[in-house]
Nanobody
Framework: QVQLVESGGGLAQAGGSLRLSCAAS????????MGWFRQAPGKEREFVAG????????YYGDSVKDRFVISRDNAKSTVYLQMNGLKPEDTAVYYC??????????????????WGQGTQVTVSS
């Protein structure tokens, strides 16, 4: 099992940047594919970005492509989400998630076994 703790959320202005971190503990981090999801009030959880176990493959949701960058540092057991060009519609609770032993990056939330508690991101116009 792996435990996940997100940090780095907060308030940003439109056009600004934030960097989210997700620290993992408990199991060997490099065994897990990682993903970031978000959920706004009244909306379904949305795939934001995913990264393979070794960091070689990354995928992004259409709404964040070319603005957000996912990365990971297996030595630090941490995955990051660099968010640039923020828009008010990026406002949501952001969750990191782990997928045990996966080779392929998954976009579906139900493919991930472990979840963090979430961190709020609010973007003002």
């Amino acid at each position: 099992q792996v435990q996940l703790v997100e940090s780095g959320g907060g308030l940003a202005q439109a056009g600004g940047s934030l960097r989210l971190s997700c620290a993992a503990s408990g199991d060997t981090f490099s065994w897990y594919g990682m993903g970031w999801f978000r959920q706004a009030p009244g909306k379904e959880r949305e795939f934001v970005a995913g990264i393979s176990r070794n960091g070689a493959d990354t995928y992004y949701g259409d709404s964040v492509k070319d603005r957000f960058v996912i990365s990971r540092d297996n030595a630090k057991s941490t995955v990051y989400l660099q968010m640039n060009g923020l828009k008010p519609e990026d406002t949501a609770v952001y969750y990191c998630a782990a997928r045990d032993g996966a080779v392929v990056v998954a976009r579906r939330a139900n493919a991930y076994e472990y979840w963090g508690q979430g961190t709020q991101v609010t973007v003002s116009s």
